[in-house]
T-cell receptor, first 113, second 111 residues
Framework: DGGITQSPKYLFRKEGQNVTLSCEQNLNHDAMYWYRQDPGQGLRLIYYSQIVNDFQKGDIAEGYSVSREKKESFPLTVTSAQKNPTAFYLC????????????FGPGTRLTVL | GENVEQHPSTLSVQEGDSAVIKCTYSDSASNYFPWYKQELGKRPQLIIDIRSNVGEKKDQRIAVTLNKTAKHFSLHITETQPEDSAVYFCAASKGYSTLTFGKGTMLLVSP
């Protein structure tokens, strides 16, 4: 899982600002995912992409946006419409979609001031 | 959609004891069940997984069992060590669908 990187590790944002979290993988994986992790809530899927130039909403997509212009990159934008954005954000990738092992990045901890 | 429930939410054991974490799933078509371990502030890492064509899988001190009829699967850790302390997540998926995760179990192993 060392082939997935996320930046920055910590991010502070003022209310009303959009911020973009970076996720890059060099594993040649087709599928990439974004999860949000809150204490006691497990991992909740925000968006996922099974192939370049295509992505789908997950369970909690409101207030977030993504793009998948390159196979190795899947950035997540947290918009001002997300009412409670403070959380730990995890990116993951898998060789294919569905029942394939997902490998996680180290995460970005976003705090709204 | 799929729903995965995980119990217990917290589990405390003494070093050397066994630990068992259980998950139930709702979609009988689910066929892939991974378990992840997440240490504090770190990324989740896959520790073992099982597919629906087998009932049990072992890897050293870790084993997973699957009961398709009852739609539940369990993680078994034997001879626990302090370094096993972490949050463990189960998940389920089918076909090309995404993983659905349980809410996690915090395992505390006391020396």
């Amino acid at each position: 899982d060392g082939g997935i990187t996320q930046s920055p590790k910590y991010l502070f944002r003022k209310e009303g600002q959009n911020v973009t979290l970076s996720c890059e993988q060099n594993l040649n994986h087709d599928a990439m995912y974004w999860y949000r992790q809150d204490p006691g809530q497990g991992l909740r899927l925000i968006y996922y992409s099974q192939i370049v130039n295509d992505f789908q909403k997950g369970d909690i997509a409101e207030g977030y946006s993504v793009s998948r212009e390159k196979k190795e990159s899947f950035p997540l934008t947290v918009t001002s419409a997300q009412k409670n954005p403070t959380a730990f954000y995890l990116c993951a990738s898998s060789e294919g979609a569905g029942a394939d092992t997902q490998y996680f990045g180290p995460g970005t901890r976003l705090t709204v001031l | 959609g799929e729903n995965v429930e995980q119990h217990p939410s917290t589990l405390s054991v003494q070093e050397g004891d066994s630990a068992v974490i259980k998950c139930t799933y709702s979609d009988s078509a689910s066929n892939y069940f991974p378990w992840y371990k997440q240490e504090l502030g770190k990324r989740p890492q896959l520790i073992i997984d099982i597919r629906s064509n087998v009932g049990e899988k072992k890897d050293q001190r870790i084993a997973v069992t699957l009961n398709k009829t009852a739609k539940h699967f369990s993680l078994h850790i034997t001879e626990t060590q302090p370094e096993d302390s972490a949050v463990y997540f189960c998940a389920a998926s089918k076909g090309y669908s995404t993983l659905t995760f349980g809410k996690g179990t915090m395992l505390l192993v006391s020396p």
